[in-house]
C-alpha cells in the first residue's frame, strides 16, 4: 500500500529563514514523488518531481527535495523564504501501473513571517 | 508546460440541483483523466479514474449515481453532481495523463456551493 505523511500541517519561518516541509512515504514499489504548491483557491502547481533519477531534485522558486530511500523520506527545503512562498504544500506518490493514481499528504501550510 | 483547464471555475446552486464541471486538456491528448475533491484544509482525494471510452473507476466510499463521469474524448472529461446537497459543497479538482508521456497535469479546479 501507498501512503504519504507530512509531519507539521502548520510551518512558519522568518523572510529569509531555511525552509523545510518534512514528507515521508511508504510504498511497495520504488515511487515516483512530487510537490505541489496550493495557492488560495487554486489548482495544484508541480515544484519538483523525483522519478529515480538523480536522488536531489531541484524544483521551481528555489525549492528543492532530496530522496533519501533508507528514510523513506523526501524532504522538501528552500534556503531562503520569501513572502510568495506562503501557501499550502502537498506531498504526494504515484505507483506506475493501470491505475497511476497519486496519494496525496495531508498538506503543510506554509507561513512566511517578514 | 501542458495546460488543463476546468470550467466553471466557480459554481453556486441550490439544493437539489445538478452542477456538470468540464475538464479540458487544451495542448495533448488524455487516456486517463482523475477526479478529486479538496475540503478546507485538507488534502486532495481521489473520486475517480476516468478512461477515455469506458466507465470511470469509483474509489470506496464514492457514490457513482451521484458523481456521474464521463470520457467522451481524449481532451474532455466531465462530472455531473447530481441532486446536489449542501455537504458536497467542495474544491473539484481533476488532472489529466498525458497520452504520450504519462505525465499528469492538474486543472485550476471548480469550487461548488450548494445552497
Known amino acids: 500500500a501507498q501512503s504519504v505523511t507530512q509531519l507539521g500541517s502548520h510551518v512558519s519561518v522568518s523572510e529569509g529563514a531555511l525552509v523545510l516541509l518534512r514528507c515521508n512515504y511508504s510504498?511497495?514499489?520504488?515511487?515516483?514523488l512530487f510537490w505541489y504548491v496550493q495557492y488560495p483557491n487554486q489548482g495544484l502547481q508541480l515544484l519538483l518531481k523525483?522519478?529515480?533519477?538523480?536522488?536531489l531534485v531541484k524544483g521551481i522558486n528555489g525549492f528543492e527535495a532530496e530522496f533519501k530511500k533508507s528514510e523513506t523520506s523526501f524532504h522538501l527545503t528552500k534556503p531562503s523564504a520569501h513572502m510568495s512562498d506562503a501557501a499550502e504544500y502537498f506531498c504526494a506518490v504515484r505507483i506506475s501501473g493501470p491505475g497511476n493514481q497519486f496519494y496525496f499528504g495531508t498538506g503543510t501550510s506554509l507561513t512566511v513571517i517578514p | 508546460g501542458a495546460v488543463v483547464s476546468q470550467h466553471p471555475s466557480r459554481v453556486i446552486c441550490k439544493s437539489g440541483t445538478s452542477v456538470k464541471i468540464e475538464c479540458r486538456s487544451l495542448d495533448f491528448q488524455a487516456t486517463t483523466m482523475f477526479w478529486y475533491r479538496q475540503f478546507p484544509k485538507q488534502s486532495l482525494m481521489l473520486m475517480a479514474t476516468?478512461?477515455?471510452?469506458?466507465?470511470?473507476?469509483?474509489e470506496q466510499g464514492v457514490e457513482k449515481d451521484k458523481f456521474l463521469i464521463n470520457h467522451a474524448s481524449l481532451t474532455l472529461s466531465t462530472l455531473t453532481v447530481t441532486s446536489a446537497h449542501p455537504e458536497d459543497s467542495s474544491f473539484y479538482i481533476c488532472?489529466?495523463?498525458?497520452?504520450?508521456?504519462?505525465?499528469?497535469?492538474f486543472g485550476p479546479g471548480t469550487r461548488l456551493t450548494v445552497l
Open positions: 476516468s478512461n477515455e471510452g469506458s466507465k470511470a473507476t469509483y
Open positions: 488532472s489529466a495523463r498525458d497520452r504520450e508521456g504519462g505525465t499528469q497535469y
Open positions: 523525483y522519478t529515480s533519477a538523480a536522488t
Open positions: 510504498s511497495s514499489v520504488p515511487p515516483y
